[in-house]
């Protein structure tokens, strides 16, 4: 399988294209400093230097793929609108070139639907106004996927962390998963990219946790 993966230089990012390059997968990472993606060469490792804010320089990391994965985040708690904005230069350059599956991360910590009453009272109040700008980026970024005609799939994790990949995680369809709250970006990522062929998670948001 060919993969397309945005956010390649962030921690969910650069393990999604190190875990999918260990499976034999080939990957196109797209950065804008090819410096910052550390990562070791390899045969099925291609690099694609480019912005994001025109889907015509997206071109050449779309060619040929069979799936996106984006991992953009805002990286601060700042007003920012990256999120929204690059989902829609990413969906703009998938329909030129014809690329219909998408898999993109967004934040758990936005929604509340399905959570305990403890986290839905008292817990997600605290985080959304601690995170209350990028947590409106990724909901702007999720309601263009969601009026997209693309067969998408959104993640929601929770607190990420460091860890290894364990392969303990709980998922769940349109509502949060009760009772955990973090996932390592090694879950995460090896979770994204078995999302890609899971027909089951088609126009559908998923959200992950460990076990």
Avoid: Y
Avoid at 5 to 33: C, I, K, N
Avoid at 168 to 174: D, L, N
Avoid at 189 to 204: E, G, K, P, Y
Wanted: charge should be positive; aromatic fraction near 2%.
């Amino acid at each position: 399988m060919k993969l397309t993966v945005f956010g390649a230089t962030g921690g969910t990012g650069s393990s999604v294209v190190r875990q999918a390059l260990d499976l034999g997968h080939t990957v196109t990472a797209v950065v804008r400093d090819p410096a910052r993606l550390a990562l070791p060469s390899s045969p099925g490792l291609h690099v694609v230097t480019a912005g994001l804010d025109d889907p015509g320089d997206l071109a050449p990391a779309l060619d040929g793929t069979d799936a996106v994965i984006s991992a953009v985040g805002a990286g601060h708690r700042g007003p920012t609108s990256v999120c929204a904005d690059t989902i829609q230069v990413i969906m703009a350059a998938m329909r030129k070139q014809e690329v219909r599956r998408l898999v993109a991360v967004s934040a758990a910590g936005a929604h509340t639907t399905g959570d305990g009453l403890l986290v839905r009272v008292l817990v997600k109040p605290i985080l959304q106004r601690a995170l209350r700008h990028p947590f409106a980026d990724t909901l702007v970024m999720e309601d263009r996927i969601r009026r997209s005609d693309l067969d998408w799939t959104i993640v929601l994790p929770p607190r990420l962390t460091n860890g290894r990949r364990t392969g303990a995680v709980r998922s769940r369809i349109g509502a949060g998963v009760r009772g955990a709250f973090s996932i390592s970006r090694a879950d995460l990522a090896d979770f994204l990219i078995r999302t890609v062929d899971d027909q089951a998670l088609v126009r559908h948001a998923v959200s992950v946790a460990h076990a």
